[in-house]
C-alpha cells in the first residue's frame, strides 16, 4: 500500500469513528507500515506528554517531561525529528533494545502542540521524508480531534462591582 492510499484509509476510518481517531490511525499505521515497529501518541498535559493510545511493546515511558528524550524536543522545537541510528544520539530514551531509529511528529492547531505521533523502527535509518510526509497529514488530521487537558480553574479574585 502507498502512503497516500494508507492516508486515506485512515482518513475513511476517522469519519466513521471520529471518536476513535487516535486509536484508529496508530491501528492503521503500524498494520500497513512493516518498518513502523512502534507507533503510539503522547500528549501534551501541561509540561509533560503522556502517552495515549499505542500499538507494540509497552513503554516504561508512559510520562515525559517536556526537557527529556527526542519526544521532549520534538514538543519544545515543534519541528519534526528524524533520528537515524537512536543510540547515536544522546536525547534518546530507550522504550526496547531492539529500537534502531524513530521519528517523532508534533500535532499542533493554530501554532500550539497538543501531542505527537512517535514511531520507533527495529531498522536503522528506517524514516525517510514520504514517511514525514505522511506522518505530518496525520497528525494535522488527528488536531482538531485531540482534546486539550482541562484548563486549570481560573485563580483571579472575583471582580465585585462597586455602586
Ligand atoms: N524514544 C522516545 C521515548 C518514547 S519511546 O520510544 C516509546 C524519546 O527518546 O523521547
Redesign the pocket.
Known amino acids: 500500500m502507498t502512503h497516500d492510499e494508507l492516508f486515506i484509509k485512515i482518513e475513511r476510518a476517522i469519519e466513521r469513528d471520529p471518536t476513535r481517531a487516535l486509536e484508529e490511525a496508530v491501528r492503521l499505521l503500524a498494520a500497513e507500515v512493516p518498518v513502523y515497529t512502534?507507533v503510539?501518541i503522547y500528549l501534551l498535559d501541561g509540561d509533560e506528554l503522556v502517552?495515549g493510545p499505542?500499538v507494540g511493546k509497552p513503554?516504561p515511558?508512559t510520562r515525559?517531561p517536556l526537557g527529556?528524550?527526542?519526544?521532549?524536543?520534538a514538543a519544545t522545537e515543534k519541528a519534526t525529528i528524524i533520528v537515524d541510528d537512536?543510540n547515536a544520539d544522546p536525547?534518546?530514551?530507550?522504550?526496547s533494545i531492539e529500537?534502531k531509529s524513530?521519528i517523532?511528529v508534533p500535532i499542533m492547531l493554530r501554532g500550539d502542540v497538543l501531542g505527537e505521533i512517535?514511531v520507533?523502527s527495529d531498522r536503522p535509518a528506517a524514516f525517510n521524508d514520504a514517511d514525514r510526509r505522511l506522518l505530518e497529514r496525520v497528525a494535522a488530521l488527528l488536531a482538531p480531534r485531540v482534546r486539550r487537558p482541562k484548563p486549570k480553574p481560573d485563580l483571579k479574585p472575583d471582580v465585585k462591582q462597586v455602586h
Open positions: 512502534w503510539g502517552l499505542f513503554s515511558h515525559i527529556r528524550g527526542i519526544c521532549g524536543a537512536v536525547r534518546y530514551l530507550a522504550c529500537t524513530e517523532v512517535d520507533d
